[in-house]
């Protein structure tokens, strides 16, 4: 009888945790701008294998207690199964099951290879040494730092000997959103933007190729969405802007940086279709990028995104050198005639709509 006691009183209580954990899992259905609600999409696959192992553990228990309601636990079993199918079918095509995008049909022409890589260093890391290794054993043609200040200014200008160009942003009270960009390419140009009044940098940088081509590479890190920090809608609003301005440029663009948001996340995929913009991570899996270290909470915030100029020869996640990211790297080809590439992803009926609220919500949150 108390056997039979405490495993109902287990029962239940581990039903009403299933419930709460999948309504939690449920937040990003929510039009909301509130860093909580938001960050609620970043640990979607680990929702997913939570909700799948309370769920055996719950009706292991049922089905040993044998008195349980049956309609209770369909009830459970059904809307968490549910729950679990929508999270599997929104990472399905990060899974690298799926067809994988950008590939090239064809060895890619000399001089036409890019080797794009983006570091968050992490402020106070002061692993220079072990990642100026890194740098020269990875030898990208073009290198986003990110979370850089004066200190790392100085600990980062070896690299200056490989690289022609190099540019740098480093605000006045030095702090986490400190820029540093190199190139084994000329620049036409650049300069930084501030989208919406933020103090977070959009460098704009426009890369000379072989062949006088340029390409345009434009490297964000916005502030992610904290009770701290700032709204989600200024995060939305930068990411999206850029996406706009790679869209309405003449050269093919490359859109990178610690994004602060997940590829499946909603912001994401919009940017990637108002920008025409591919996600090597499509077909090929999930690159977790942070946090360095820690299996649990792990996401992809790097992102790498390019417009159908480009074919993808490779995409990796890099060794760790002491920062709370990983380093990606994506090993791209210029083919302006798209050969053996694939069409950018398209835009949806409301997505300019969204666009244009994403942008209200976020002057509307600068002004408050």
Not at 289 to 298: E, Q, R
Not at 349 to 357: E, G, M, N, T
Request: with cysteine.
């Amino acid at each position: 009888m108390r056997q039979s006691g405490w495993l109902s009183f287990a029962s239940a209580g581990l039903a009403c945790l299933i419930l709460a954990l999948a309504a939690l899992s449920c937040l990003p259905l929510v039009r909301s701008d509130t860093w909580w609600v938001r960050y609620a999409d970043f640990p979607r696959l680990q929702f997913a294998i939570a909700l799948a192992a309370l769920l055996c553990v719950y009706l292991s228990i049922f089905l040993v207690r044998r008195g349980g309601s049956w309609k209770s636990a369909s009830v459970v079993a059904g809307l968490t199964l549910l729950v679990i199918a929508w999270h599997a079918e929104t990472l399905y095509p990060y899974s690298g099951l799926g067809a994988p995008s950008a590939i090239g049909a064809e060895a890619c022409p000399g001089g036409a290879t890019l080797k794009v890589m983006v570091a968050n260093v992490q402020k106070r890391n002061e692993e220079a040494d072990a990642f100026r290794r890194l740098v020269s054993d990875a030898d990208p043609d073009l290198l986003l730092i990110l979370e850089t200040d004066r200190w790392w200014d100085r600990h980062l200008a070896p690299l200056e000997q490989s690289f022609s160009d190099h540019v740098q942003y480093i605000p006045e009270d030095e702090g986490a959103f400190g820029l540093h960009f190199f190139s084994k390419k000329a620049l036409a140009s650049h300069e930084f933007r501030f989208f919406f009044g933020v103090d977070t940098p959009t460098l704009f940088a426009d890369v000379r190729l072989p062949g006088a081509a340029n390409v345009q590479f434009i490297g964000l890190h916005p502030h992610p969405p904290l009770a701290w920090s700032q709204p989600a809608s200024l995060r939305d609003g930068s990411i999206l802007k850029a996406a706009l301005e790679a869209r309405s440029s003449q050269d093919a663009s490359i859109l990178a940086g610690d994004f602060n948001a997940v590829p499946w996340e909603g912001v994401t995929r919009r940017a990637a279709r108002g920008g025409g913009l591919l996600d090597p991570r499509i077909g090929r899996g999930f690159y977790a990028s942070f946090k360095a270290g820690n299996p649990v909470i792990s996401w992809p915030l790097d992102q790498i995104l390019f417009q159908d100029s480009f074919t993808l020869e490779g995409f990796k996640v890099l060794p760790g050198f002491g920062s709370d990211h990983f380093p990606v790297m994506a090993e791209l080809c210029y083919r302006p005639d798209r050969s053996g590439g694939e069409s950018a992803p398209e835009l949806q009926p409301d997505d300019l709509q969204d666009v244009q609220a994403s942008f209200e919500a976020a002057r509307r949150a600068k002004s408050e």
